[in-house]
T-cell receptor
């Protein structure tokens, strides 16, 4: 079964620190790798995404690093703020039998201490 | 403002009862999805619809049913056959089911179902 393995399950970071969340996948047919951010009691929202032909993408304090040969990608949150406290999901989009489908990681609950 | 509206936000059900969760979107999106969220298990796909009057089973469709009679609406019925229905349910939509950025998911705020 296709999987995206996400770690750690939870993360506590001091304000101003760097938060790092890692994901690994097996299916080489994945062609798009988004990250979603979810605040408590809300639905997830797209944060940032990357294609496999790019090794890094940066948007403000958020950076995705992508290692195609290792089949790994990670989210770095620089200068982490208490407002970043949320659950983060990595995902990979697979293409099977003409249908595109999301495969989500299990989520990382981030808490940034003031 | 365009978006996804889910109702109710909280719902309590007795065992053996069917319940229907509403999902409406005004984004003019073709594709709609239902996900189930449980702690530590991420988001699991229940059903999806790429176009009106058509829908497909996801990974955990047993005990659920859907309809897609209008582009804007994709209600989910949790039937009494669902063994463990207590969960947070999320409805989402995307422009269509093409690849890459066209698959950006827009989520509603969710419905929390508790079986008593």
């Amino acid at each position: 079964q296709q999987q995206v393995k996400q770690s750690p399950q939870s993360l506590i970071v001091q304000k101003g620190g760097i938060s790092i969340i890692n994901c690994a996948y097996e299916n080489t047919a994945f062609d798009y790798f988004p990250w979603y951010q979810q605040f408590p009691g809300k639905g997830p929202a797209l944060l940032i995404a990357i294609r496999p032909d790019v090794s890094e993408k940066k948007e403000g304090r958020f950076t995705i690093s992508f290692n195609k040969s290792a089949k790994q990608f990670s989210l770095h949150i620089m200068d982490s703020q208490p407002g970043d406290s949320a659950t983060y999901f990595c995902a990979a989009i697979s293409h099977t039998s003409g249908t595109y489908k999301y495969i989500f990681g299990t989520g990382t609950r981030l808490k940034v201490l003031a | 403002d365009g978006g996804i509206t889910q109702s109710p936000k909280y719902l309590f059900r007795k065992e053996g009862q069917n319940v229907t969760l509403s999902c409406e979107q005004n984004l003019n999106h073709d594709a709609m999805y239902w996900y189930r969220q449980d702690p530590g298990q991420g988001l699991r796909l229940i059903y999806y619809s790429q176009i009106v009057n058509d829908f497909q089973k996801g990974d955990i469709a047993e005990g659920y049913s859907v309809s897609r009679e209008k582009k804007e609406s994709f209600p989910l019925t949790v039937t009494s056959a669902q063994k463990n229905p207590t969960a947070f349910y999320l409805c989402a939509s995307s422009i269509d089911s093409g690849g890459g950025a066209r698959l950006k998911l827009f989520f509603g705020e969710g419905s929390r179902l508790t079986v008593l």
